[in-house]
């Protein structure tokens, strides 16, 4: 039995047990019990319609938790009714659950633990285990999301960015545990796409598509990150690249641009580059500028100043980067990087060690490190 | 979200505003510490935001190798040690904002005379073990 082939079928389900009458936190509930039964006993009983099981299952679980709820209560209401009349298949109930879990008034982080439980047919103790926090702390984050949206009409249609800046979100939680994060992102993209023919839900999917194809060459065999222009550009995915310049291409044809349709393109334009010498930095400062102009993003235009320092050498580059708040994270790496470029690995050196001391993450920290420790052999010697 | 560890030193942060010995409380007072501190881990755990917690012996051993074949050499407690950690908490919150509004709240748990202590916690943020997906 494929895992991910009967996770797709988890939002539909709870679709179909909502629109029977259940609300929508005791539907996700009976889903996932299904979804146990299921693990347990399809392997040897595989069933001719694994959805039309699935409904069967999970109707049968919201009825008995109602029950146990009702005699806890010492109340008899609304239990055994007839199922309200679906409304039949006009409104897709898996692109609903994508807006509720993303609705504006859960936080981030609940969000995209109901988003990968609810839509992505994940267990709690998966999630958990991905964001490494303890189980019961994700149990109680997810009920509490329930509770937040319980008020909210399963038939209301949300805003596609938010659901974006979900799913983008979740992917760059990237990998740790038994759970890809970034493959799940995709693969709930990759869905949702096929939904809506919004063109930044396929910007964002080609971003993801072109940053997972260097995924293999982003770091070593001990673990350390290999900068952009020292990957070995062999291990890159060409499949998930050709997919992603597709995608791309398609969106970027329908003339209404967006944050991650740029980004995409800025990736793009890497991706197609078969050395690091041959990348097109002029066209990629290009699509910065854009996404600066879309976004007003500080971090673009960061990112924009070492594009520029590669496009027009490294004093333009450090130019570009006046102006900009050194508080910024990354900001005195970039500067780290141009000085160096610039001919003053003195400065360079020290920029180096500083940014390490304030980076946020291990991989980061270390490359940093590295570089300052290569510097100042380089002085000594 | 971004995961904080709280700090409760022994010794070693600044005095606190109401700063007298837990030894020179009432023993209802101390009571009364107590059921704070566990309401408030019981809090976080609701709210989904607790990873761990645990208190600390004061007493503490330093230990160091002594090279390949022998065993560890064992010292101290050194009187000089300037820090001394209480115990500690693990929070995983949607923002730094949050996480200090958490730390104040801890910092008031009542102490002699009922009043807050207002105690130093120090906040610390972990370091992610993992590079962005995008780069």
């Given at each position: 039995m494929?895992?991910?082939?009967?996770?797709?079928?988890v939002p539909?389900?709870?679709?179909?047990?909502?629109?029977r009458?259940?609300?929508?936190?005791?539907?996700?509930?009976?889903?996932?019990?299904?979804?146990?039964?299921?693990?347990?006993?399809?392997?040897?009983?595989?069933?001719?319609?694994?959805?039309?099981?699935?409904?069967?299952?999970a109707?049968?679980?919201?009825?008995?938790?109602?029950?146990?709820?009702t005699?806890?209560?010492?109340?008899?209401e609304?239990?055994?009714?007839?199922?309200?009349?679906?409304?039949?298949?006009?409104?897709?109930?898996?692109?609903?659950l994508?807006?509720?879990?993303?609705?504006?008034?859960?936080?981030?982080?609940?969000?995209?633990?109901?988003?990968?439980?609810?839509?992505?047919?994940?267990t709690?103790?998966?999630?958990?285990?991905?964001?490494?926090?303890?189980?019961?702390?994700?149990a109680?984050?997810?009920?509490?999301?329930?509770?937040?949206?319980?008020?909210?009409?399963?038939?209301?249609?949300?805003?596609?960015?938010?659901?974006?800046?979900?799913?983008?979100?979740?992917?760059?939680?990237?990998?740790s545990?038994?759970?890809?994060l970034?493959?799940?992102?995709?693969?709930?993209?990759?869905?949702?796409?096929?939904?809506?023919?919004?063109?930044?839900?396929?910007?964002?999917?080609?971003l993801?598509?072109?940053?997972?194809a260097?995924?293999?060459?982003?770091?070593?065999?001990?673990?350390?990150?290999?900068?952009?222009?020292?990957?070995?550009?062999?291990?890159?995915?060409?499949?998930l690249?050709?997919?992603?310049?597709?995608?791309l291409?398609?969106?970027?044809?329908?003339?209404?641009?967006?944050?991650?349709?740029?980004q995409?393109?800025?990736?793009?334009?890497?991706?197609?580059?078969?050395?690091?010498?041959?990348?097109d930095?002029?066209?990629?400062?290009?699509?910065?500028?854009?996404?600066?102009?879309?976004?007003?993003s500080?971090?673009?235009?960061?990112?924009?100043?070492?594009?520029?320092?590669?496009?027009?050498?490294?004093?333009?580059?450090?130019?570009a980067?006046?102006?900009?708040?050194?508080a910024?994270?990354?900001?005195t790496?970039?500067e780290?990087y141009?000085?160096?470029?610039?001919?003053?690995?003195?400065a360079?050196?020290?920029?180096?060690?500083?940014?390490a001391?304030?980076?946020?993450?291990?991989?980061?920290?270390?490359?940093?490190?590295?570089?300052?420790?290569r510097?100042?052999?380089r002085?000594?010697g | 979200?971004?995961?904080?560890?709280?700090?409760?030193?022994?010794?070693?942060a600044?005095?606190?505003?109401?700063?007298?010995?837990?030894?020179?409380?009432?023993?209802?007072?101390?009571?009364?510490?107590?059921?704070?501190m566990?309401?408030?881990a019981?809090?976080?755990?609701?709210?989904?935001?607790?990873?761990d917690?645990?208190a600390?012996?004061?007493?503490?051993?330093f230990?160091r190798?002594?090279?390949?074949?022998?065993?560890?050499?064992?010292?101290?407690?050194?009187?000089?040690?300037?820090d001394?950690?209480?115990?500690?908490?693990?929070?995983?919150?949607?923002?730094?904002?949050?996480?200090?509004?958490?730390?104040?709240?801890?910092?008031?748990?009542?102490?002699?005379?009922?009043?807050?202590?207002?105690e130093?916690?120090?906040?610390?943020?972990?370091?992610?073990?993992?590079?962005?997906?995008?780069?």
């Amino acid at each position: 039995m494929n895992e991910s082939l009967l996770r797709e079928l988890v939002p539909a389900v709870i679709g179909v047990i909502v629109r029977r009458g259940a609300d929508f936190a005791a539907a996700e509930d009976a889903v996932q019990d299904a979804l146990v039964e299921a693990v347990r006993v399809w392997p040897d009983d595989p069933p001719r319609d694994p959805k039309g099981w699935l409904v069967t299952a999970a109707w049968r679980k919201f009825l008995d938790a109602a029950r146990a709820e009702t005699s806890r209560r010492h109340r008899e209401e609304r239990v055994d009714g007839e199922p309200e009349p679906g409304q039949g298949g006009a409104v897709d109930d898996t692109l609903q659950l994508y807006f509720l879990c993303a609705h504006p008034s859960l936080t981030p982080a609940s969000a995209v633990a109901l988003t990968l439980r609810a839509v992505g047919g994940l267990t709690t103790r998966q999630i958990a285990q991905a964001y490494l926090v303890p189980e019961a702390t994700m149990a109680q984050r997810i009920s509490r999301a329930k509770r937040t949206v319980s008020g909210v009409r399963f038939n209301q249609t949300g805003d596609v960015a938010t659901v974006l800046r979900v799913l983008y979100l979740v992917f760059n939680e990237g990998y740790s545990g038994d759970v890809d994060l970034a493959a799940e992102a995709i693969r709930l993209t990759r869905q949702l796409a096929v939904r809506t023919h919004h063109e930044e839900v396929a910007g964002l999917l080609a971003l993801m598509l072109l940053h997972h194809a260097r995924r293999p060459a982003r770091t070593g065999p001990d673990g350390r990150l290999v900068p952009l222009a020292e990957q070995d550009r062999g291990l890159w995915d060409t499949r998930l690249i050709a997919e992603g310049l597709d995608v791309l291409q398609a969106a970027l044809a329908r003339d209404r641009l967006g944050e991650f349709q740029a980004q995409a393109a800025i990736a793009a334009l890497h991706a197609d580059a078969q050395k690091a010498e041959e990348t097109d930095w002029v066209q990629i400062v290009e699509w910065y500028d854009e996404l600066v102009r879309l976004t007003g993003s500080p971090v673009a235009r960061l990112n924009r100043a070492v594009a520029v320092g590669e496009a027009d050498g490294a004093r333009a580059g450090l130019a570009a980067l006046a102006g900009l708040d050194p508080a910024l994270p990354r900001y005195t790496a970039v500067e780290a990087y141009l000085r160096e470029r610039d001919g003053d690995p003195v400065a360079a050196a020290r920029l180096y060690a500083e940014a390490a001391r304030s980076a946020s993450s291990l991989p980061e920290r270390d490359h940093l490190t590295r570089q300052a420790a290569r510097l100042n052999a380089r002085l000594r010697g | 979200m971004a995961k904080y560890l709280l700090l409760k030193h022994y010794r070693g942060a600044p005095a606190s505003v109401n700063d007298v010995p837990m030894e020179q409380w009432t023993p209802e007072e101390i009571s009364a510490h107590m059921q704070y501190m566990r309401d408030f881990a019981a809090r976080l755990a609701g709210t989904g935001e607790l990873v761990d917690h645990q208190a600390l012996l004061p007493e503490g051993t330093f230990v160091r190798s002594d090279g390949e074949g022998r065993p560890p050499v064992t010292d101290g407690p050194f009187a000089e040690t300037k820090d001394l950690i209480a115990g500690w908490m693990v929070i995983d919150v949607e923002s730094y904002e949050r996480a200090v509004e958490l730390a104040g709240e801890l910092s008031a748990a009542p102490g002699a005379g009922g009043e807050p202590i207002h105690e130093w916690l120090e906040l610390r943020p972990f370091m992610s073990e993992r590079l962005l997906a995008t780069e």
